[in-house]
DNA sequence: CTGAAAGCGCTTACAG
DNA sequence: CTGAAAGCGCTTACAG
């Protein structure tokens, strides 16, 4: 690979000068410049990041830190979006090899050794330690999912209370009486503010919230399949069922269809996610349509906004959702 | 940040010494060494990887070159595999975000820039011109899948002959005697491997190769439901279907339950993957299992090999299938 | 408008 | 066993 000394020689002029029209300095006279630029041509030469990096204290690369599998759908299509987002942005993405069995490990450290501008976690347990690490000090950072701030952390999410407000309320208005929620494990605030979407839904419609009608899963097929069979067990059986993802709709739908019922004739389902098996699996999902997508893209550009604006304050958003009616919710039956 | 200047000074020693310790060099005495240690720990010193690599020509850092999305499960699946590979192994993951829209775009280049050590390719057209500028360039490459090889790239792929192999002759020993082949689009060498496998499989069981029975498709569910169809439409209907993904599989099955018929006591499905979707929706798939994930290992252990050893010669490499028998395919109905 | 020099945080012959 | 010096490939005051 050419070096900035090969090209500072083939054009006759400093490194200096040959730096300066690299970064469009304006100091360089139009016949020096297109000298440069020729040379730079001629050799095929790439500035090197690295080195640059060294001295500008940078490296255009943003980190990024995740504990949970990459075949988890919601994780494949956040980073689908993070991908999208810093594909013209000059940022490259680096997945930082964590060791967190081994109590040395720092992943701040591992940030600063490698001059990390910025992270986005996501799908990182909350007691994770690198998460205060991150709090308290001055990388520039963006939580997904997780309603964490620091002095230069901000975070992004699903409006969750919302979002399954309106899968109730969808329900409430096909006639459903008897609305069941299929909830993922409780703890993370994630799963608490969804819950509360459920309760002021039922009371929004005038319903009452009864405790056999919730059911707490692990947001897996089989677990949203198990908390189904419980539901079908009640003497009084819902007529709708609203899950906390999609995964666990369609274990619910399965095992619904075990009984010898149907859906959406018997039991209507609404899941969470829209993930991509939503509109490929039959039947399809209704379902509440988090924009995870988006959600990715605009994790970047916040980061990126926080990396290279020393006084932008954290951002906190909530990103609106919508509910996509397909085919796995009808009209009640009338009793 | 401290820095090894500042290590240097806390212990009272030349900064070429700490660097002696820090890289374990055999001449340094116990005395010094220790008081090295000490500075390092008290001032939390972290050695500065980005410095490091401009002097020693490396990055410890592996470039991802896929173009295709990551909701893809085969895609999330095989990262998953490389991130474990890469876990303990001192290198990080970067995703080089490409911009092949930009004629002057060069991923060569790219990588050149960020001093990436080798590069791990998937996911990627066939005729991306980035493929033959890695063929012909030094930097240690493998490629997952299509089989390519370079002065200093290998490849490492699953055995598909034998996988779809597998898949009719599991059939045939069912009963099964109209055995159809759902391709995934023909023209990758992979594709045409897995037809192959196919016809080589019908010859091994004494059957013939029928034309009307081959159906073709891009491997997605709707894809599989489209050529299911069009099987079910034939005057003597195939009892066995072999399907290149386990996507187009479910669709197929979707496809027959549609027009009556059930699985596996109708006709029989065998998927192609094992992705996760096998095990989690229902009916569970019996698939060929394509061990996805030890390839993302081994992709990994090879590069780091062709990296780190400069006579290490480019491995090619066929990863043994097994099939995975589970609720989609059964006795062959005596006609 | 141009370039010499110092420096980013390291490593590595080399001399002592 | 230890350290001064040069250098990896850049950028940036600063002087001219």
């Not at 990024?64 to 990459?70: A, E, G, M, R």
């Not at 701040?108 to 990182?124: A, L, M, P, Q, Y």
């Not at 908390?227 to 619904?256: N, Q, Y």
């Not at 990126?304 to 604006?309: K, R, S, W």
Request: glycine share 8%.
């Amino acid at each position: 690979m050419a070096s900035i000394h090969d090209v500072a020689k083939e054009a006759g002029v400093s490194v200096a000068t040959v730096s300066k029209v690299l970064n469009d300095y304006p100091d360089v006279s139009d016949k020096t410049r297109k000298r440069v630029n020729l040379a730079i041509e001629q050799l095929h030469y790439q500035p090197n990041v690295v080195a640059r990096g060294l001295v500008k204290r940078r490296s255009w690369t943003v980190g990024v830190l995740l504990t949970v599998p990459f075949t988890n759908p919601y994780v494949a299509e956040l980073l689908e979006g993070i991908k999208t987002a810093l594909e013209n942005s000059g940022y490259d993405l680096v997945r930082l090899s964590t060791r967190f069995d081994d109590p040395h490990y720092s992943f701040i450290k591992h940030c600063r050794s490698r001059n990390v501008d910025g992270v986005v976690v996501f799908g990182v347990e909350r007691d994770n330690r690198s998460i205060d690490e991150l709090i308290h000090s001055d990388i520039p950072t963006m939580f997904v999912d997780m309603d964490i701030v620091g002095k230069r952390a901000g975070y992004i999410t699903t409006d969750n209370q919302n979002a399954i407000h309106k899968g109730v309320k969808h329900l409430y208005e096909l006639g459903h009486r008897k609305i069941a929620y299929i909830s993922g494990t409780l703890g993370p605030s994630i799963a608490n503010m969804r819950l509360e979407g459920y309760r002021q839904g039922l009371i929004s419609c005038g319903l009452s919230y009864l405790t056999n009608y919730l059911e707490v899963c692990d947001y897996t097929f089989d677990g949203g399949a198990a908390a189904m069979r419980r539901l079908l067990a009640l003497k009084d059986t819902p007529t709708g069922i609203v899950c906390a993802s999609d995964l666990s709709a369609f274990g619910a739908i399965h095992e619904i269809e075990k009984h010898g019922l149907s859906v959406p004739q018997d039991i209507s389902v609404v899941g969470f996610d829209n993930t991509y098996h939503a509109q490929v699996f039959k039947p399809n999902l209704t379902t509440v349509n988090q924009n995870i997508y988006s959600i990715g893209i605009k994790s970047i550009e916040c980061l990126i906004a926080l990396i290279e604006n020393r006084d932008y304050s954290p951002p906190v958003i909530m990103e609106p959702s919508e509910l996509i009616v397909r085919q796995t919710t009808g009209k009640a039956k009338l009793a």
